[in-house]
């Protein structure tokens, strides 16, 4: 088992930035491929970012390539997710994810979540 707990989001202007983090435990934190996934109100939970083991892998959707950066401590079990040039349309709950399945340019299904963090971003 493993169990993720996020936090840093919150409410901030358009053009404005955030670092969502995710502190892992339970089972071996540097055994998972992580990822990040959101969900806006009235859409389905949508791929955001994922890392690899090490972090030498990174994957990313298109909506937010060159303003999310995703990476992991494994010394300190945690995830982190640099959300820089926020939009409106970036406004959701954030779920961190853990023992992610990613192939190609994305990833899929998880075993393990978070409970999520609202992150709210304004005109």
């Known amino acids: 088992q493993v169990q993720l707990v996020e936090s840093g989001g919150g409410l901030v202007q358009a053009g404005g930035s955030l670092r969502l983090s995710c502190a892992a435990s339970?089972?071996?934190?540097?055994?998972?491929?992580m990822a990040w996934f959101r969900q806006a109100p009235g859409k389905e939970r949508e791929f955001v970012a994922g890392?690899?083991?090490?972090?030498?892998?990174?994957y990313y959707a298109d909506s937010v390539k060159g303003r999310f950066t995703i990476s992991r401590d494994n010394g300190k079990n945690t995830l982190y997710l640099q959300m820089n040039s926020l939009k409106s349309a970036d406004t959701a709950v954030y779920y961190c994810?853990?023992?992610?399945?990613?192939?190609?340019?994305?990833?899929?299904?998880?075993?393990?979540w978070g409970q999520g963090t609202q992150v709210t971003v304004f005109a």
């Open positions: 890392i690899s083991w090490g972090g030498l892998s990174q």
């Open positions: 339970g089972r071996t934190f540097s055994a998972y491929f």
């Open positions: 994810a853990a023992d992610v399945t990613c192939s190609g340019s994305r990833c899929y299904a998880a075993n393990y």
